[in-house]
C-alpha cells in the first residue's frame, strides 16, 4: 500500500489549505478501511488532527474542532482535510494513514502512514 500525501504549503495566520491523500494498492480495497491525518511538530508527539471511518464518521483533536473538516472519496481512494482558520500552531508535517475507527476513537494499526506534507503557518 502506498499513501502519497500532498497539499501542504506556507501560508499566512486565518489562511487556508487542504490536504490530499491519496492511496494506492493493488491487494485491498482502501475504501474499507478507515483513515487518520496526524501531524508532529518540531520537538513535539506525533497527535491526530483527525479521522474518518469508511462509513463517514468523523473525529477531530479538540485544537481543530470547527476549523478543520476531513472527507474521502472511496471510489477514487482519496481522503482531504480541509484546513481553515489556520494559525502558527498548526505548523506541522501531516501524515495520512489507514486505521480503526472504533468507539470514537482512532488507531493507525495498519502500519501504512504516508511520507508527510510539511504545512507552515505565518503569523
Known amino acids: 500500500v502506498q499513501l502519497q500525501a500532498s497539499g501542504g504549503g506556507l501560508v499566512q495566520a486565518g489562511g487556508s489549505l487542504t490536504l490530499s491523500c491519496a492511496a494506492s494498492t493493488s491487494s485491498f480495497s482502501p475504501a474499507n478501511f478507515d483513515m487518520g491525518w496526524y501531524r508532529q511538530a518540531p520537538g513535539k508527539e506525533r497527535e491526530l488532527v483527525a479521522a474518518i471511518s469508511s462509513g463517514g464518521d468523523t473525529k477531530y483533536a479538540d485544537s481543530v474542532k470547527g476549523r478543520f473538516i476531513i472527507s474521502r472519496n472511496n471510489a477514487k481512494n482519496t481522503m482531504d482535510l480541509q484546513m481553515n482558520s489556520l494559525k502558527p500552531e498548526d505548523t506541522a508535517v501531516y501524515y495520512c494513514?489507514?486505521?480503526?475507527?472504533?468507539?470514537?476513537?482512532?488507531?493507525?494499526?495498519?502500519?501504512?502512514w504516508g511520507q508527510g506534507t510539511q504545512v507552515t503557518v505565518s503569523s
Open positions: 494513514t489507514l486505521g480503526t475507527y472504533m468507539d470514537n476513537a482512532y488507531y493507525p494499526n495498519s502500519g501504512y
